[in-house]
């Protein structure tokens, strides 16, 4: 599934993994959480966040 990247402080809302902060279970796309849901860092709302780019590989640190 799409991962999302905040756009304020970079979060990267995980869909497997979901949001345990926020209540969020596992398995569920960046598209049904709730509208009241927010970033759990930062606090920003759905809208700023935007689909994570794929073409380039993932850096493990
Ligand atoms: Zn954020």
Same mark, same amino acid.
């Given at each position: 599934? =799409?991962?999302? *990247?905040? $756009?304020?402080? #970079?979060? *990267?809302?995980? &869909? =497997?993994?979901?949001?345990?902060?926020? $209540?969020?279970?596992? #398995?569920?796309? @960046?598209?049904?959480?709730? @509208?009241?849901? *927010?970033? &759990?860092?930062? #606090?920003?709302?759905?809208?700023?966040?935007? &689909?994570?780019?794929?073409?380039?590989?993932?850096?493990?640190?």
């Amino acid at each position: 599934m =799409e991962k999302f *990247v905040c $756009g304020i402080c #970079g979060y *990267v809302y995980d &869909p =497997e993994a979901g949001d345990p902060v926020g $209540g969020i279970e596992p #398995g569920t796309p @960046f598209r049904d959480l709730p @509208f009241s849901w *927010v970033c &759990p860092v930062c #606090g920003a709302s759905k809208d700023m966040f935007s &689909p994570q780019a794929t073409d380039t590989p993932q850096l493990m640190f």
